[in-house]
């Protein structure tokens, strides 16, 4: 156990239609990042926050958005979804910034029909 | 840009068998590297990593030499166990890049037959 949790661990909903993932990072951790693990695409970097600031971008849609709370929690928004959208996304936390080791969720496994 | 290149799977081996999966990377700062694990429907785990050359990371009889001549971070095992049988990724994160994203390889299917 990590020490991530998401929720929910599964998801499925119509195109069209607007989801959010939930993660909370281990205990003391500020920065989190979320990544889309696809058949085609392999794992890719979507997006960090650190202590509820935007940190950095990767290949994250413009239909996507994040969050952090002041608790650290953070949200994955995905909307007008599309079935390509159909992946595992993953949460991972570090206690902060630079290298640091990044401990990954369980996931939410999303399908979009 | 950066990259890391892992051997394509599937992998299948006897138990008891020696393994080797190779990983190459490309980099334009000074990359961490690490080898993370996921077992059947479960997320991704910290199997090992190595911050510097000759660096050698190592857990669970699994080990890793960071080889910055040769950009390589080959995972291996002397005697794999059923047990073993996961995908496994090789990644780095580059501290010359503003962000800390890691960046993955494609990932080894690894089977190990009792």
């Known amino acids: 156990d990590s020490g991530v949790t998401q929720t929910p661990k599964h998801l499925i909903t119509a195109t069209g239609q607007r989801v959010t993932l939930r993660c909370s990072p281990r205990s003391g951790d500020l920065s989190v990042y979320w990544y889309q693990q696809s058949l085609d695409q392999g794992l890719q970097f979507l997006i960090q926050?650190?202590?509820?600031?935007?940190?950095a971008k990767g290949n994250i849609l413009e239909r996507f958005s994040a969050q952090q709370f002041p608790d650290l929690h953070s949200e994955l928004n995905l909307s007008s979804l599309e079935l390509g959208d159909s992946a595992l996304y993953f949460c991972a936390s570090s206690v902060g910034t630079g290298v640091k080791t990044q401990y990954f969720g369980p996931g939410t496994r999303l399908l979009v029909l | 840009g950066n990259s890391v290149t892992q051997m394509e799977g599937p992998v299948t081996l006897s138990e008891e068998a020696f393994l080797t999966i190779n990983c190459t990377y490309t980099a334009t700062g000074y990359p961490s590297l690490f080898w993370y694990v996921q077992y059947p429907g479960e997320g991704l785990q910290l199997l090992l990593k190595?911050?510097?050359?000759?660096d050698k990371g190592s857990n669970k009889g699994f080990e890793a030499t960071y080889r910055k001549e040769t950009t390589s971070f080959h995972l291996e095992k002397g005697s794999v166990q059923v047990s073993d049988s996961a995908v496994y990724f090789c990644?780095?994160?580059?501290?010359?890049?503003?962000?800390?994203?890691?960046?993955f390889g494609k990932g080894t299917r690894l089977h190990i037959l009792p």
């Open positions: 926050y650190y202590n509820g600031e935007e940190r």
């Open positions: 990644a780095l994160s580059d501290r010359g890049n503003r962000d800390d994203k890691i960046i």
């Open positions: 190595a911050t510097k050359a000759d």
